[in-house]
């Protein structure tokens, strides 16, 4: 699977962006998606994750009711809606594919089999 994160950009406080990661290689549509991200001196952390259908998502308590991942299985694409954002927020965001066939939602890293290149992210105070 390969994976093209876009969508990053500075942005003010308060401010939305929307993270997008195309994938292609295989099927899309039963792959586990999720966003990370990692801020300079800080460990990659889970923000949010969404299952094959997109039916059931999982969100960092850091980012929930802010943050919303969402899937189109047609265009091979998930995405990251974030809103009300803040100056912890900055970090390369990365998207990631757990490819093993398990249906449930991880947020580890070392669970994720695939990576995109990231996408930097500012917010601005």
């Known amino acids: 699977v390969q994976l093209q994160a876009s969508g990053g950009g500075l942005v003010q406080a308060g401010g939305s962006l929307r993270l997008s990661c195309a994938a292609s290689?295989?099927?899309?549509?039963?792959?586990?998606m999720g966003w990370f991200r990692q801020a300079p001196g800080k460990q990659r952390e889970f923000v949010a994750g969404i299952s094959w259908s997109g039916d059931r998502t999982s969100y960092a308590d850091s980012v929930k009711g802010r943050f919303t991942i969402s899937r189109d299985n047609a265009k091979n694409t998930v995405y990251l809606h974030m809103n009300s954002l803040k100056p912890e927020d900055t970090a390369v965001y990365y998207c990631?594919?757990?490819?093993?066939?398990?249906?449930?939602?991880?947020?580890?890293?070392?669970?994720?089999?695939?990576w995109g290149q990231g996408t930097q992210v500012t917010v601005s105070s």
């Open positions: 990631a594919a757990a490819a093993d066939g398990r249906v449930a939602i991880r947020t580890l890293p070392h669970e994720y089999t695939y």
């Open positions: 290689g295989r099927t899309f549509s039963r792959i586990v």
